[in-house]
């Protein structure tokens, strides 16, 4: 079971981590030959984006990077649209109740998103976003993505 292999990371799971804030690292990028269940994850979330925008999966290149968000943690605000992102998104894996919610902060108004897991939610990479603290007392674990063109 993913959430299971994602609760027993060993530091060869982990390639690269990024965005160190309040003590922790936001964003673990995995060694997806090591957890293959993240590659069908990274296809499946490819393909709904694909329908998002209106192209076929094969035009998308997505990374993906696991948010591991222990009890008491936030997601500071920020936004994804650093390049040449066409979409971002995230999959939530295991989420305990009281764990966060999803905020979007777009032309002056607030959306919260409740997760749920097995759940994907997309959104534009230049909204403003951030997860709220996670009162509960385990972690959650969602995985993130940023779609942009396939390179050829």
Known sequence: MLVDRLNALQSADILRRSHLFEGRYENLYLNEKRIPQITRLRELACQHAAEVLGLKPEALTA??????????????????????????????????????????????????????????????????????????????????????????
């Open 63 to 152: 990374g993906c990077w696991l948010n591991d968000m222990p009890p008491g943690s936030v997601t500071l605000t920020h936004c994804h649209d650093d390049d040449d992102e066409l979409l971002s998104g995230v999959y939530y894996i295991d989420v305990p109740e009281h764990s966060g919610h999803l905020v979007l902060h777009h032309e002056g108004e607030q959306v919260s998103v409740t997760p749920e897991a097995g759940k994907f939610v997309f959104f534009s990479p230049a909204i403003p976003h951030e997860v709220t603290r996670n009162a509960s007392t385990r972690h959650r674990l969602s995985l993130g993505f940023n779609f942009g063109p396939a390179r050829i």
